[in-house]
């Protein structure tokens, strides 16, 4: 297959990054890929693993002559990196990004990029709980979606291109407006892992339940939400800090249905909690007929 | 071996009680298996699966010479079937269940019990989202812990062979006080579902994302929830109804630790954030080594 670019930048070398960086060698999506890390372990990391013809401290350095840069690293980031690269960019140089905010992604990174430049916020909707540049495989977007949210007016062979690549490595691809994007997202990722993280917590805080125990019988359903919440923190922390208001909308309704729940509980309205329990169910099919769960998973949850 | 009962009856054949007479049959744990079920369908599908050697719709007739009676119906049935079963048993029977909550299992079924008549309350810390008799397997219990929780004065023969008969079964076997089991459990498996039942019907509810989007982009965290969310309706409304000061308790310390992590949301305090997401990431490593998760099991969550 011809390769899409010439050369590739992958800025961070994560989970998703490493992961990138493995499919493009796969399917040579690239002829080139540069890596830039901040960690010297990393850079060790990208080079013992194959995985970059070249690699670099520096931002600025690592984008020159590159047609296509895609930032992996957490949103946080965002705002600096793109002012410390924005200069060294070409002109035709395509960048994108994998962060789960997209609003922000455009505030930090659009005013950065130079006159023939476009950016492609992106979002593949894929990941593990682990983190570093070895958690990383080829097939993590295999069967998964990626959201691209361009802004009204963006370059439409910019994000024909970004949609490519993102096929081309196993991905689906749906093209969204930003803040719907944070809206959905909100829901189906950043509520979840919020609620996960508190759970933990929760359970790691009690006097009257020891760690030990709260371990062995993990079985019941909890060591889903342990998976979950052993999630990047510094990643998860900037998801929380950039998409603020839609988490904290979907939190409020979140907690008014459970006040519901906890009512019903109190007052032992058991016909309430079935109807609730049983409307449930249809979801979990659906998510199993779209392809995106597995109908025999391994038995997590228990009674 | 040996088989360790000469005829075992299993009253409800779900999951739980499907996957017994499956690894009773294997193991050859009973040499005659009497199953009991309220529905024709379930008592054809026992006689169908080659999983019972009688099978029987009243529970009176199902327990006649039986030396060990298991449970497995939802903890809402327990007292009327005690009631309907415990006159038929035979001097010395063995009578234990399954059930996610034994203070109330103790109290709905220890008054009907006879003289010579022995309840041992016992729960299994495993399961799947499946229900029903075709959902069972032989290995459920395998590496899984069960929990026995004898009142004070229980025999300690009869004890000691319901544990030795989980032990056969695959399972690793502690003992514990009852209301000490129901607290453990309200953190461990309770709780997790109350949450996963409740974020499934937020997301069912809301009015600016749609079903179809929930479903496509469930991978980011979304679907683990479903899948516990989609557990047997009746048993978990059971559960909530008999286990509910316990789950009160828990709930009400979730609901604290969620304020505090709004608020650390609303204010931007990303260091509370980080120190949270950092601090959960231990517990999981402990479930892992306690052999109850694997470390690379299906990559299901993601940024």
């Not at 296509?68 to 980031?77: H, I, Q």
């Not at 570093?132 to 069967?143: Q, V």
């Not at 093209?175 to 909100?186: F, K, N, Q, S």
Request: aromatic residues 8%; charged residues 25%.
């Amino acid at each position: 297959m011809t390769a899409l670019f010439e050369r590739m930048a992958i800025i961070g070398l994560g989970l998703i990054g490493s992961s990138v960086a493995r499919v493009v060698r796969q399917h040579g999506l690239a002829d080139h890929i540069w890596v830039c890390a901040r960690s010297p372990e990393t850079r060790q990391a990208a080079t013992d693993l194959g995985l970059a013809d070249a690699v670099f401290a520096d931002v600025a350095d690592a984008v020159v002559d590159a047609d296509f840069v895609l930032l992996c690293t957490p949103l946080g980031t965002y705002k600096s990196l793109a002012e410390a690269f924005g200069p060294s960019l070409k002109p035709g140089a395509i960048v994108s990004d994998v962060g789960s905010v997209k609003e922000s992604a455009i505030r930090d990174i659009g005013p950065f990029m130079p006159d023939g430049v476009t950016f492609v916020p992106g979002h593949p909707v894929a990941g593990t709980e682990n983190s570093g540049p070895h958690s990383g495989y080829a097939e993590l977007f295999e069967d998964r979606w990626t959201i691209l949210t361009p802004p009204d007016g963006t370059d439409q062979n910019a994000v024909d291109a970004v949609a490519e690549f993102w096929r081309q490595a196993g991905s689906m691809v749906e093209i969204m407006d930003a803040a719907h994007h944070d809206l959905v997202l909100a829901v189906t990722s950043h509520l979840p892992h919020l609620i996960a993280y508190n759970i933990v917590g929760t359970a790691d805080d009690l006097a009257t339940v020891t760690e030990s125990e709260v371990i062995k019988f993990a079985a019941g359903g909890f060591r889903d939400f342990t998976r979950i919440a052993a999630s990047d923190p510094v990643m998860w922390r900037d998801v929380f800090l950039t998409n603020r208001d839609a988490v904290l909308e979907m939190l409020g309704r979140f907690n008014e249905d459970l006040s519901a729940l906890q009512k019903a509980i109190r007052y032992k309205d058991g016909d309430a909690l079935e109807a609730l329990f049983t409307r449930t169910r249809h979801i979990r099919r659906g998510v199993i007929d779209a392809g995106q769960a597995e109908p025999d998973e391994a038995p997590d949850d228990a009674d």
